[in-house]
């Protein structure tokens, strides 16, 4: 085994035990038999995940001197609740029938009504469950944060943090649903949605979290840290994800192929795409994109103009650029030599994972 992947082995054993002792101490809040369908949903949501946003608090508290200790993983583990709620979320808003190759919340609920035989709409029930557990995931993970056990002085001064990245978080969401209803956008549009719906949430706000947490207040040097690396990778780990909404591997994504055109995503991948299309392409664009109907071959024919237009190229150079000033700023960062190299292996994983 690497020593990239120990590390990575030895953090997400301790944050899955740690989501596990959480979620058990919440059992007899969820005793009664007809709450088990939220019970068990949230136990498949937390099941899987890649747990970079506790990777990255855990790294920014090593970085600035906090010893390995179980409390921390505690508090970063509360990351992947806030997430979860999110993922909930925002499968309701897209109206996405998978999530990580199983079928998204608000269908295993809108199942459940129409298996049972139910009165009224299965559809408004499974929505409706839906967002219940997301708030539910949502309440757990500040109830996990603020119970980690981390001294008080550490929480408090990471609190402000903690509260800005849920904030950015939400409006984040909003602005993603405008930015679909306003139909067009450019990059410079797509890129604020991507940065407060996820790349801020992702690995600016996780490592700031990290670094007061153990510091108890925020250096100018991490702030810098956290602009000049996290940003960038948050930028980069997005377009990654703008790439796989539509060429990724079903297999690896746990979704549809070119699910993110059939939602019609305003990305900065497609943001591109219209930029350099003929007036033809972009009108097959416009046409296709957002249709919930779209087929193997509408999916196929824009991802040939993606291709053809170089915005696919242009995309992935964009996120090779990113990556590269983003370890750059890393290299000129004050943090301890181990977690200089967790986290540059953390940006090479965020940015070139296939799902």
Wanted: hydrophobic content about 40%.
């Amino acid at each position: 085994m690497t020593t990239d992947a120990a590390r990575m082995q030895h953090l997400r054993t301790h944050v899955e035990r740690a989501l596990g002792e959480f979620v058990e101490r919440q059992l007899p809040a969820l005793g009664d038999p007809d709450l088990e369908p939220l019970r068990t949903a949230a136990d498949d949501l937390l099941a899987g995940g890649k747990r970079l946003r506790p990777a990255f608090c855990y790294w920014g508290w090593r970085g600035a001197g906090g010893t390995d200790v179980p409390e921390i993983f505690t508090a970063a583990a509360s990351l992947e609740l806030l997430q979860a709620s999110a993922l909930v979320h925002d499968d309701v808003m897209d109206k996405s029938d998978l999530r990580r190759g199983m079928p998204a919340a608000h269908r295993r609920f809108q199942a459940m009504h129409e298996k049972a035989g139910w009165h009224g709409s299965a559809e408004q029930f499974g929505e409706g469950a839906a967002i219940l557990l997301g708030n539910l995931l949502l309440l757990w993970s500040g109830e996990m944060w603020r119970t980690s056990g981390l001294p008080r002085a550490s929480l408090e001064a990471a609190q402000p943090v903690h509260d800005h990245m849920r904030t950015e978080l939400m409006c984040g969401q909003y602005l993603d649903l405008l930015e679909q209803a306003h139909g067009e956008n450019t990059f410079d549009s797509a890129l604020r949605v991507a940065l407060f719906k996820s790349g801020k949430y992702s690995v600016e706000q996780p490592l700031r979290l990290g670094l007061v947490l153990a510091a108890q207040e925020l250096a100018p040097w991490m702030d810098d840290l956290c602009t000049g690396y996290g940003t960038r990778v948050g930028i980069a780990f997005q377009l990654r994800d703008d790439i796989l909404g539509v060429f990724g591997d079903p297999a690896q994504t746990g979704k549809p192929a070119g699910d993110d055109l059939r939602e019609g995503k305003r990305t900065m991948l497609i943001a591109r795409t219209l930029a350099a299309a003929s007036p033809g392409q972009a009108e097959t664009v416009r046409r296709l994109l957002g249709d919930p109907g779209l087929d193997a071959d509408g999916v196929a024919t824009l991802r040939r103009i993606i291709e053809g237009t170089g915005a696919l190229r242009e995309c992935e150079d964009l996120i090779g650029d990113y990556l590269g000033a983003a370890l750059t700023a890393l290299d000129q960062a004050p943090i301890t030599a181990e977690a200089r190299t967790a986290l540059t292996d953390l940006a090479i994983a965020a940015t070139s994972r296939k799902a």
